[in-house]
Structures are given as structure tokens and as C-alpha cells.
């Protein structure tokens, strides 16, 4: 590809980004524009309405300077030779040489349908895929530079941030793979995965890659397939859809065998009786994961905590809300308003016992939190939970907590117990029996 086509490809994929920028904030734009225009005009009227300024006063007038001689007949008068060899001189008129500015075209808006005819133009380059008469030509080399164009322009994926990791890993697999050719590289499934089975990983050459990286590289070259066009005979496509799956199994399998070592290794709780005292003799009392773990014991909560707006009194904003009493004699409560069954089960308000109160309260005045602000931060606990819990040598995560609230008490409760502990929980009835097999 030329510096040119990798120019216009640019310019292009910018063309796209403002376009999709304008349709999704039509409105938004609208008004910075009159926003604009009003400044201006504004300014204008302003300069319009103010009185001129005064026209400075004439400066008083000068004695002509002295000639200076320079010698051999040459004078000069302010710096300018009037003569030379006692003759008057007169300097030769040059006339100026102008260079005419120079405009680069400004490329006219095109519409979404030459945008979206461009973009498949594209795909059929790509693709090598031509029209005419006599024998087809063999298809276009697709190299990682092309690729990363098409993918630039394309609306296969649900976000940016899906978007960057399937660029990463298209990288990876092609650095793994060693070729140059995408179409060409893809179409031996059973090269590809032999390759991808035994790479060694760059930080450690004594390491393969995990079963999890692996897996996310086939499913990748699935997707990217569709995406740029590569066409992929049924059996090839099925010897990649096999390994994922194969993959996939293997994965689950490696993880549940780790969580069994983990329980006989370090002796897992199987309770929040056991489990509280655990975190408090590990990071203190005061510490958030402390905290954290003590709202968990209070209900089953997912990753609901995150973003816990601290208010007075409940307001219809919608998000889940930590009520702060306006008295210590009062309890916390928690307004569980967004979360996964929701639709289902409707908001939730949980009071905080005082113990954990005391903990919230204390908190709060050592992290100097304002009324309005996040308990917790804004940023998902799911890591947080996973980190403190690994530092103990738990394999325990947000819905380990969940399982928590389930396994010691199920198998006492017959089935209309059952059902009322799977509604407080917030889901089906047959997950809490799988927390119950997970027990055993």
C-alpha cells in the first residue's frame, strides 16, 4: 500500500469517526454551534456600539538630517546613499515577488450510504474480490496494516474497548504465527492450532500460553474471519470451533481442579463466621476489605456495591443508595435499586446492623467521604474482592460471598424455604441447589 492509499484510508476512517460523532450528538452540536454564534455576534455588537478612538496627535515636525559624507563623493542621508562620485543616486526599482498561496481542497461530506459503500469497497479489496470478465485473479495479499483498517471502520463489535482487545489479540496471533498473509496464514486450521498449542510465551520461553489465552486467540480468529472477509471452507471453520470448545472444557476443568486444591490446601470457610475473622486478623479493622467483607455478609449481593451513592433520603435517581442516618441512634440502610434480576425481584432495602454501622461510620470520617459521594468508589469491586481474598490464599470471589448465604443453611430448609431464600438472593431457585452441590 502506497503513502497516498494510506492517506486517503486515514482520512477516511476520520471522516467516518466525525460522521458517527455527529449522528450520535446531533443535538449536543447543535447547540455548541449557536453557542458559537452568539459569542461572535455578541463581540461584533459590542465593537460596533464603542466610541473610535481618538486619532493620535501629529508628531512635531523635524529638521531634515545632516548629509554624511562617507568619502571618494558618497553621501548618505539617514542611513540611505544619495550619492556616489558626487553624482545623485538613485536606487534601481525592484518589483516584489509574490508567491501565491497555496490551498490544500477541503474533501466534501459524503453521506452515509458512500460512507457505507466506501467501507464495503474496501471489504472486497481486501478480500481480493473482483468483477469482470475471463479468469479470476488469484486473491489480494491481506496484511496486518489492511486488517487493522478494516477493523478501524467496522461495526461488528459491541464497543471500542471490544473492539482494541480483538485488535490485540489479532497482533498476537499473527506475531505467534509468523505470516505475512491473514487469508492465506487462517486456511490451515490444523497448523494454526498446532502453532497456537505449543508457543512459548515471550516474558518466560519456558511457558506455554494458558488454556484461557489460547482459547481467546481461536475465538478470535473466528471473529475476525467474518469481519475481514476471509472465507473459510465448513471443515475449516469447524476445526476451529471444535478447538474452542475443546478449550473452553479444559479451561473450566483446570479452574475447578485449582478451587478443589485451594479448599484442602488452606481449609476454605464455610461460613461468615469463619470467614470474617479471617479478613479482620489479615488487614485490621478499619481496613476497606474488612468493610467490604461485612456488607457481604449482611445480604448476597453481586457486584452491586460499586458506585454506593451516599444520600439523606432515597431519591429517584435510580442507582443503589446508601441511606445515612441523621442520627447515630439510627441504622444505615441500603436501597438496592439496579441490579441483574431487578426487572424480576424490584428494589431492595436492607438494614445495616449496628455493629457494621459503627464500621461504615468510621470509614467514612478516616477517608473524609462527603455526603453525595461513592462508600466504595465508582469502579468495580470484582477484582478488589478476587486480590484480598488471593493475598489470603482463598480462591474466593463476589460469588463465592453469595455462596456463603446459601450452603450452610439449604439443606435445612424444605422446598417452600427454598424459594423464599432464592428470592431474597435474587435468582432461581436451581441456583442455590448448584451452591449446595458445590458445597459437597
Request: proline fraction near 11%.
Given at each position: 500500500m502506497s503513502d497516498a492509499d494510506r492517506l486517503a484510508a486515514k482520512r477516511e476512517a476520520n471522516r467516518i469517526r466525525q460522521a458517527r460523532y455527529y449522528e450520535a450528538n446531533k443535538a449536543k452540536v447543535a447547540e455548541q454551534r449557536k453557542a458559537r454564534r452568539k459569542a461572535i455576534n455578541k463581540e461584533l455588537a459590542d465593537c460596533r456600539g464603542t466610541t473610535p478612538p481618538a486619532a493620535p496627535a501629529a508628531p512635531a515636525p523635524q529638521a531634515p538630517p545632516a548629509p554624511k559624507k562617507l568619502g571618494r563623493g558618497t553621501e548618505s542621508v539617514g542611513g540611505r546613499i544619495t550619492k556616489v562620485n558626487g553624482r545623485e543616486w538613485k536606487p534601481i526599482a525592484v518589483p516584489p515577488i509574490v508567491i501565491p498561496p497555496v490551498e490544500?481542497?477541503?474533501?466534501?461530506?459524503?453521506?452515509?450510504?458512500?460512507?457505507q459503500r466506501r467501507i464495503e469497497a474496501a471489504r472486497k479489496s481486501a478480500r481480493g474480490v473482483k468483477k469482470g470478465k475471463g479468469k479470476a485473479k488469484a486473491p489480494a495479499k491481506l496484511t496486518q496494516e489492511q486488517a487493522l483498517q478494516i477493523i478501524e471502520t467496522s461495526d461488528a463489535f459491541e464497543s471500542d474497548g471490544s473492539r482494541k482487545t480483538y485488535v490485540g489479540h489479532l497482533r498476537t496471533v499473527q506475531d505467534l504465527l509468523g505470516c505475512e498473509d491473514l487469508r492465506t496464514c487462517f486456511q490451515d486450521a490444523t497448523q494454526v492450532i498446532k502453532q497456537l498449542e505449543e508457543a512459548r510465551q515471550k516474558r518466560d520461553p519456558s511457558k506455554t500460553y494458558s488454556?484461557?489465552?489460547k482459547k481467546a486467540y481461536v475465538q478470535a480468529i473466528l471473529k475476525l474471519s467474518d469481519v475481514l472477509g476471509i472465507e473459510l471452507t465448513p471443515e475449516t471453520k469447524q476445526q476451529y470451533v471444535d478447538a474452542f470448545d475443546v478449550l473452553k472444557l479444559d479451561s473450566k476443568k483446570q479452574t475447578e481442579q485449582r478451587v478443589e486444591e485451594g479448599k484442602q490446601e488452606q481449609g476454605q470457610p464455610k461460613t461468615f463466621d469463619e470467614y470474617l475473622p479471617r479478613v479482620r486478623d489479615t488487614f485490621g479493622t478499619d481496613s476497606k476489605e474488612y468493610l467490604v467483607a461485612s456488607l457481604y455478609s449482611i445480604h448476597g449481593f453481586r457486584d452491586n456495591l460499586k458506585g454506593l451513592r451516599t444520600v439523606r433520603e432515597i431519591d429517584d435517581k435510580g442507582d443503589n443508595q446508601l441511606i445515612v442516618p441523621s442520627s447515630r441512634d439510627k441504622p444505615y440502610r441500603?436501597?438496592?435499586?439496579?441490579?441483574?434480576?431487578?426487572?424480576?425481584?424490584?428494589?431492595?432495602?436492607?438494614?445495616?446492623?449496628?455493629?457494621?454501622?459503627?464500621?461504615?461510620?468510621a470509614y467514612t470520617t478516616q477517608n473524609k467521604l462527603k455526603l453525595g459521594q461513592p462508600l466504595l468508589g465508582s469502579a468495580s469491586l470484582s477484582g478488589f474482592v478476587?486480590?484480598?481474598n488471593k493475598q489470603m490464599g482463598l480462591p474466593f470471589t463476589?460469588?463465592?460471598?453469595?455462596?456463603?448465604h446459601v450452603a450452610p443453611v439449604i439443606d435445612s430448609l424444605d422446598s417452600k424455604g427454598r424459594v423464599e431464600l432464592a428470592k431474597k438472593m435474587g435468582h432461581a431457585p436451581a441456583t442455590s441447589e448448584q451452591y449446595r452441590k458445590k458445597k459437597k
Open positions: 490544500e481542497p477541503v474533501p466534501a461530506r459524503i453521506s452515509p450510504e458512500e460512507r488454556l484461557n489465552s441500603i436501597y438496592l435499586a439496579r441490579y441483574k434480576t431487578g426487572n424480576k425481584y424490584g428494589p431492595k432495602t436492607i438494614e445495616v446492623p449496628p455493629e457494621i454501622g459503627k464500621l461504615i461510620r478476587s486480590g484480598f463476589i460469588n463465592s460471598l453469595r455462596e456463603l
